[in-house]
């Protein structure tokens, strides 16, 4: 499976301030997502990063709070945008790759994010 | 509004003892079927693939995928202290994005 690392693991910012997220891969693939997880819960998607295009938001995620690049096959960036106590979370980004039988999607390590 | 249900826990069993995971799902037109591990402060880890009706094995686990009941399930056997974390099922819908259950806490104890 690919090797993913993002950064940061873990920051503290001020509420009002705007963070942004890299998630690097060390192959090129083709579907990329982006979860968040708050704490104590499961992993909710925000948004597919198409390559070249803009990105695919679920509901109630909007590209103005959570703008999201995607420049190539191996790099995206999450940007949370005025940020609230609300968004700290865990901020994980995935891949999919396969098995050779179906698709099976890859977790990064996650960013750890608390707004204070 | 497709849904993975999973009992929340925590499920407690014995160190040796077989640990049984559950999850029901209604998407009837799902093909594939995850099981993830996740340790406490770190990021899910795919342990378990299913997409065929029946029983997979792989080493001291085995999922249970029974479709027509939208029903899979994994097993641990010889539950060990390591095996204590979170098991979250996921089941991919269009466009490859996954929709996970809640997560079922294990605690394995020795």
């Known amino acids: 499976s690919a090797v993913i690392s993002q950064k940061p693991s873990r920051d503290i910012c001020q509420r009002g301030t705007s963070l942004t997220i890299q998630c690097q891969v060390d192959s090129q693939v083709t579907m990329m997502f982006w979860y968040r997880q708050q704490p104590g819960q499961s992993l909710t998607l925000i948004a597919t990063a198409n390559q070249g295009s803009e990105a695919t938001y679920e509901s109630g995620f909007v590209i103005d709070k959570f703008p999201i690049s995607r420049p190539n096959l191996t790099f995206s960036t999450l940007t949370v945008s005025n940020m609230s106590p609300e968004d700290s979370s865990i901020y994980l980004c995935?891949?999919?790759?396969?098995?050779?039988?179906?698709?099976?999607?890859?977790f990064g390590p996650g960013t750890r994010l608390t707004v204070t | 509004q497709k849904e993975v249900e999973q009992n929340s826990g925590p499920l407690s069993v014995p160190e040796g003892a077989i640990a049984s995971l559950n999850c029901t799902y209604s998407?009837?037109?799902?093909?594939?079927f995850f099981w993830y591990r996740q340790y406490s402060g770190k990021s899910p880890e795919l342990i378990m693939s299913?997409?065929?009706?029946g029983d997979k094995e792989d080493g001291r686990f085995t999922a249970q995928l029974n479709k027509a009941s939208q029903y899979v399930s994994l097993l641990i056997r010889d539950s060990q202290p390591s095996d204590s974390a979170t098991y979250l099922c996921a089941v991919p819908l269009d466009g490859g994005k996954l929709i996970f259950g809640q997560g079922t806490e294990l605690s394995v104890k020795p």
């Open positions: 299913i997409y065929s009706n």
């Open positions: 995935s891949v999919e790759g396969t098995s050779g039988v179906t698709y099976e999607q890859y």
């Open positions: 998407d009837r037109v799902s093909q594939s």
